[in-house]
């Protein structure tokens, strides 16, 4: 019989009273089969454990047999025999085939077979964790080789046949998938190339929404030349919806214009805007054609109308081509102008009388009239803003006269006496020299020539500084003022079937070919003309529309020899032995 429970010696004190009751021993053994009970439950869950993660580690997942150690041998022997079956395959034949994968594969089954049998754990065993990376990496090998040459056919069929080309590609990423998903011991996952195969997927796919958005726009334009502009403005609105769709979906995989939404936009907008746009041209017609007409008044009320409906256009259609602000400002000083009418008349009046001075080269006179109508247009501007903008050509020619008055009064007196009737047509006047630095400098607030001499031929001066010359010198003289034609400058030269005379011409045979000599300091030719050959070559007239002009009359660098040269340059040629003279109208 044992003995009970240890008793604490009498002096022992307990933390708690300790209770003898029956029902106090109840309450302990009430307590104790739960705690019995939970126990048993965890040693069964770690012996699970134990067992499966063996399993897991192994590769087996077969419950464990009781084997003999007899057949546990031949597991072993059975692995080894098939492995070298299978090296043996290898050595033999060019490409292993289905049924040699298989022997690598009955090896590994029976490796583990063994592993299992054995109780030991896979990680412990390293032939069986090399039989399965190698087997691991045949399968994914032979499945990377079908990807690539899926994605290759696929990028073939891209150019014709985009579904089946599209297939191509994700059959390529599934067998990808596998790789990464079911060999994962051939260390073959490349998680690289399956994020390219899906971009290029998406690239794919997003190829009919990438070229509908643009049908549907090259549509919207056909329809906007023909007329059809509300179809159109339709057209551009899907545009619109599949670009944003297209844009919600691929944009990280397929780029499109920076601002081909703002472009559809302003299409779109632009459509739209066609029919107003219209109605505020008819209206200017008919404001001009009421100008034309002497019904000033009808005029300035279709003005108004004209400027209340562009500015509709505006705030309804900001984004169109035709919203410009500039044309607003326009159609705001057309109505200022007819407002204004009779008083910018009066001006034009003055200043038409104010050139009859200038001509008959009253100064003074010219002066007085000048002097009233430059106030009267600073006050218009004022009350009507930009109806004379800077490079209104009234405005300059007026500013101009009162500005320059000192320039004039010592200019024209004199003046008359180098102008000489062109040879053939006496109602022109051509300079008889070329125009001077100091005269140059006089008019235009400048003298851009290589080395300053007043008393020279102005240089360095491309075909527009001439015309700026000409404009400026027109306003001077009252009168019409260009660059003359090659033609008129060799009718001005006179026989030119023969070399010039030296003492009429600045050539190479009596300058050193580089530097200038001072206007009209060789003799005059027979009509009255200096340096028509020679000193500095001259611009001629040329078209507006042309980018280059004829340069003639050689220089001081000109062999003289027979004829009169001239050449053809761009208009934005400046030398130093290029300069130029005026004829007058």
């Known amino acids: 019989m044992t003995q009970g429970p240890h008793q604490p010696p009498p002096e022992f004190l307990p933390a708690r009273p300790t209770s003898t009751s029956g029902k106090g021993g109840a309450g302990g053994r009430r307590f104790l089969l739960p705690l019995l009970i939970a126990g048993g439950l965890l040693l069964v869950a770690g012996g699970l454990y134990l067992v499966t993660q ?50 690598l594969a009955a090896a590994l089954q029976a490796q583990e077979d063994y592993i299992t049998a054995r109780g030991a754990l896979g990680k412990d065993n390293g032939r069986l964790n090399n039989l399965r990376r190698r087997y691991h990496v045949l399968r994914a090998e032979k499945l990377r080789a079908s990807s690539d040459q899926a994605e290759a056919t696929a990028l073939e069929l891209a150019k014709t046949d985009l579904p089946q080309a599209m297939a191509g590609i994700r059959q390529a990423i599934e067998l990808e998938q596998e790789i990464a998903q079911r060999w994962v011991y051939s260390s073959l996952a490349d998680p690289g190339r399956l994020a390219r195969l899906d971009t290029r997927l998406r690239r794919l796919e997003s190829e009919p929404l990438w070229r509908r958005t643009r049908d549907l726009e090259a549509e919207g334009r056909r329809l906007a030349q023909t007329g059809q502009h509300d179809a159109a403005a339709a057209k551009f609105d899907e545009a619109l919806a599949e670009e944003n769709t297209f844009l919600e979906k691929y944009r990280d995989v397929r780029e499109t214009e920076f601002d081909r939404i703002e472009k559809l936009t302003v299409a779109r907008d632009t459509a739209r805007s066609v029919p107003a746009s219209a109605a505020v041209d008819e209206m200017v017609r008919q404001a001009t054609a009421q100008e034309q007409a002497g019904r000033w008044e009808q005029a300035v009320t279709l003005w108004k109308q004209a400027v209340e409906r562009f500015d509709e256009l505006l705030a309804r259609h900001p984004r169109s081509t035709l919203a410009d602000r500039s044309r607003e400002r326009e159609l705001t000083r057309r109505g200022y102008i007819a407002q204004a009418h009779p008083r910018i008349l009066a001006v034009e009046r003055q200043a038409a009388t104010m050139r009859q001075r200038l001509r008959g080269r009253e100064v003074g006179a010219a002066l007085a009239i000048a002097t009233p109508a430059t106030a009267e247009v600073q006050e218009l501007n004022v009350t009507y803003p930009g109806i004379f903008p800077a490079n209104d050509p009234l405005r300059l020619e007026l500013e101009f006269i009162v500005e320059r008055q000192s320039t004039l009064q010592a200019l024209l007196p004199d003046f008359d006496r180098q102008l000489t009737p062109l040879p053939g047509t006496p109602t022109l006047r051509l300079l008889n020299r070329e125009i001077s630095q100091a005269l140059y400098a006089a008019l235009l607030g400048n003298n851009p020539s290589a080395q300053p001499r007043e008393s020279h031929p102005v240089d360095s001066v491309a075909y527009a500084d001439a015309e700026a010359f000409c404009r400026r010198l027109g306003w001077a003289l ?62 001629t007239a040329s078209a507006a529309t042309e980018e280059e002009a004829r340069i003639a009359g050689g220089s001081v660098g000109w062999l003289a020899v027979p004829g009169f040269p001239s050449r053809l340059v761009p208009k934005r040629e400046k030398s130093r032995i290029l300069g130029f003279r005026i004829i007058v109208e």
């Open 54 to 103: 063996s399993n897991r580690l192994t590769g087996g997942g077969a419950a464990r047999v009781v084997l003999s150690g007899e057949q546990i041998e031949e597991l072993r022997q059975l692995s080894v025999q098939k492995e070298a079956a299978f090296e043996q395959a290898r050595l033999n034949r060019p490409q292993l085939n289905e049924a040699d994968i298989q022997l």
């Open 478 to 539: 009252g009168a019409k003022v260009r660059l003359p034609t090659v033609a008129e400058l060799e009718r001005a030269a006179g026989d030119v079937t023969r070399a010039p005379v030296p003492r009429q011409a600045w050539t190479f045979e009596n300058s050193d070919g580089i530097n200038t000599r001072a206007v009209a300091t060789s003799a005059p030719n027979a009509a009255g003309f200096h340096d028509v050959i020679g000193n500095v070559e001259e611009w």
